[in-house]
């Protein structure tokens, strides 16, 4: 694990506890969680169903407080939404009655950021993702992965340095997913933003993520955190390097 203390994390969080209430009865969703996230890199969230990944995103963007422990980011804690922290829901988030630009450029609109310089920016990023084209259709006129990657556009619209994806790519065919996975490599290898990204898929937390963090459940903790230098190399998915830290995850999340 990287040090707790070094500089150079943008994300830190020690003994981080996190709780429920449910008729007035207490629900630990997460229990002792520690881990810390370098400036730039990725990082994989990976367990079964209910262990708390969603919750743990949550608390990084400000929308949730811990209930124990502590969390910095950007060496403040997240208590209100971070301007260069973006989030993406699985659902994308996207406004149906609103076209392809117009829900591009709406978190600039309400950051009352100008006319201009907001289409300016919703150029750069919609022709960042390939979709300038279809910048006057609505979402119900797209295909998932079009609408994932308007989700994405909206994101980078925000010049975030932290980039959280909560299982972005589920429910897109294989292609698609392989697709998009190549397109946010490159988004990070071009701007180095600090990305966070919850996935159920063993092969996509070994591609993306240099950190691998495998939560248990029940309630959630951190079970192992692996390192995966190989992130970002040509070709990385034919490696054996690749094929055995799959093979690792996969024998340790199915115990
Ligand atoms: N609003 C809520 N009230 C009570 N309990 C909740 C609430 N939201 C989540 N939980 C519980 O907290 C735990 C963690 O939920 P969370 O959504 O973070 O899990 P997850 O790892 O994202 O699951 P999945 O992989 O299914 O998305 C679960 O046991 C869930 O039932
Ligand atoms: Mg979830």
Redesign the pocket.
Known sequence: MNSLNSDNNLVIVRGLSVS?F?QKKE?P?LSEVSFAIPRGSTCALI??????????LYVLSGLMRPSGGSVMVGGEPPTAPRRSTALILQDYGLLPWKKVAENVGLGLEIRGIKREQRLDRVKRVLQEVGLWELRNRYPSQLSGGQRQRVGIARALAQEPDLLLM??PFSSLDALTREMLQEQLLQIWKDKRITIIM?T?SIDEAVYLGQQIIV?A?NP?RVLEIVNNPGVGNEGYRDTPEFHQLSTMLRSKLSH
């Not at 367990?47 to 743990?56: A, D, M, Y």
Request: hydrophobic share 25%.
């Open positions: 429920y449910q629900v969703a367990g079964p169903s209910g262990c708390g990944k969603s919750t743990l909560d299982e919850v159920h939560l459940g959630g």
